[in-house]
């Protein structure tokens, strides 16, 4: 099945800085690939998320990249705010069941941490 | 915060003993699913459902149980046979059958066992 690894497991910087998040997949199958952010006692949310017909995509101060023949794609914050502060975990969906739906494999998570 | 719920937010429960987690959702969503979160670790697919009376098992079901009576509901039972059961656990729903169908999350149970 899908492997997902996901570094650094805790990241610091100072407000202001720039961000980077990575993982790494197995499957070479997998063609979504979502990240969300869980912030302390809350649900998971999806930030933004990336497909594999696309290199990269933005949404404000965040970008994911996609690099289908080495099998990663990363999570880049720039201008971070102290709200930034979370965890935030990488995901990789495996084979399509019958065409119903998404199953996801997740990174471990990484925390990150954005001092003011 | 609505559309998926859970409950309660935490439960405590003895050795031994089976305990039944709640998720709800109304957001008419045909697939649910079950995760376990530990600390330090990603989340870990327990079971999921994409239609009603029907369930599959994830890549740690062993000592869970899930029954899928009507489409707003998805409870799981932690059972004795559960090793170490103490976990955050999440349930999350989706739609099926388009491309990409993004997971929403409830706000989660903490189970502790004493």
């Known amino acids: 099945g899908e492997n997902v690894e996901q570094h650094p497991s805790t990241l610091s910087v100072q407000e202001g800085d720039s961000a980077v998040i990575k993982c790494t997949y197995s499957?070479?199958?997998?063609?979504?690939f979502p990240w969300y952010k869980q912030e302390l006692g809350k649900r998971p949310q999806l930030i933004i998320d990336?497909?594999?017909?696309?290199g990269e995509k933005k949404d404000q101060r965040i970008a994911v990249t996609l690099n289908k023949t080495a099998k990663h794609f990363s999570l880049h914050i720039t201008e971070t705010q102290p709200e930034d502060s979370a965890v935030y975990f990488c995901?990789?969906?495996?084979?399509?069941?019958?065409?119903?739906?998404?199953?996801?494999?997740f990174g471990g998570g990484t925390r990150l941490m954005v001092k003011p | 915060d609505g559309g998926i719920t859970q409950s309660p937010k935490y439960l405590f429960r003895k050795e031994g003993q089976n305990v039944t987690l709640s998720c709800e959702q109304n957001l008419n969503h045909d697939a649910m699913y079950w995760y376990r979160q530990d600390p330090g670790q990603g989340l870990r697919l327990i079971y999921y459902s994409q239609i009603v009376n029907d369930f599959q098992k994830g890549d740690i079901a062993e000592g869970y149980s899930v029954s899928r009576e009507k489409k707003e509901s998805f409870p799981l039972t932690v059972t004795s046979a559960q090793k170490n059961p103490t976990a955050f656990y999440l349930c999350?729903?989706?739609?099926?059958?388009?491309?990409?169908?993004?997971?929403?999350f409830g706000p989660g149970t903490r189970l502790t066992v004493l």
């Open positions: 499957d070479s199958a997998s063609n979504y």
């Open positions: 999350a729903s989706s739609t099926i059958g388009g491309v990409y169908n993004e997971q929403f």
């Open positions: 990336i497909r594999s017909n696309v």
């Open positions: 995901a990789a969906s495996r084979n399509r069941i019958n065409n119903a739906g998404n199953m996801l494999t």
